[in-house]
């Protein structure tokens, strides 16, 4: 791994990123008897599903990072994932539930060739940390990565850097007429129609092998089912893509994105809390959602607002995003770190495409002593 290969780069990957952290995966349902609640021993241990090590990508497709944080437990301060050590995204205060294992998903657009390290980092509330790398390659058009001579301390004889080839591209015929896609996948959007017999590049094959992304005369580029076409050679060799981002699902997903204390806290003095939240899906949200605004103690996840009085979220068409007030006035735990949760739907009264997603926190805080006490 090239350490240069990113310093001069990182700035491109400021996209767009999709992160869940799938909540209550390692929770268990028990009959009878009250169950003992989990052991966390020791540190947590990463695994990274996807991507694999040392796979091919072509620039401008998207990487899905998936990984598992087992042995999570409920101290589990964070979890960040990093491209070259620069933050792609992370995940505070993430185990809620006291789950034993955490999923996480995050989408990475990629744009620049060259050779990357992702890394999974989870820490501790005592500070430890775990961590699990892997080393990907993002070829440019032409199927070569960048040579990073000049990146580096050279020696008196110039050496280029390695370069990396991308994977086979196969000529296919298609064997009927078929409709092609933006994406791999029957809910992706149309993009027009092939004939049969018609001539085609395959430059990528889904993880599944059921798609083939294509380029047609001479240009375009789409995806279509791989049994409407014949390839002329063996695709074993061709790249693997994911694809971009699939489209907005059919129904309601809202999304709190941010939540923002807008002056210090000071216990007994009232403070505005806002809460930016969007709906995400495809349908209108319609306004029968609650939103709540609670505060959390930081050392024990406890709650410290009895009954937090609901907001009523206006109606929200596909993607539009709303922005409510929530006055806050705290009164106990002066000196002690907290948090402020905003979950929207909280009740589950609206059914969700994703009911992972209805919760953010503010950043951490000292309740400020003021006239308390």
Known sequence: MQSGVTSRRINAFRLPLFWVVFFCAGCNLGIGGEAAPPSFEGPPVIKIAAPSPDETFLAGATVIVQARVENAGPDLARISVLLDDALLGEKLNPNESNATVLPLTIDWPTSNAGEFKISVLAERGDGSIAREDVRIFVVSEDGMAPAEAGERDQPDEMESAPEVAAGSRVAGTMLQPARIRLGPGATYDLVGNLDENHEVLIVAVSPSREWYRISYDGQADAWVYAEFVRPADDISGVTVETGPP????????????????????VCGQESIVKARIRNAGADEAQSVAWVIADAVLMSDGSSLIENPPPAYLKTLEANEEDIIEFPMTLTTHFDEEQLIRVIVDSGNHLPETDETDNSRNSASFILQKGDCG
Do not use: K
């Not at 309601?252 to 204390?261: C, G, K, Q, S, Y």
């Open 246 to 265: 699939l489209p907005a699902a059919a129904g309601v997903n809202l999304v709190v994105l941010d939540v923002e204390i807008m002056s210090p806290l």
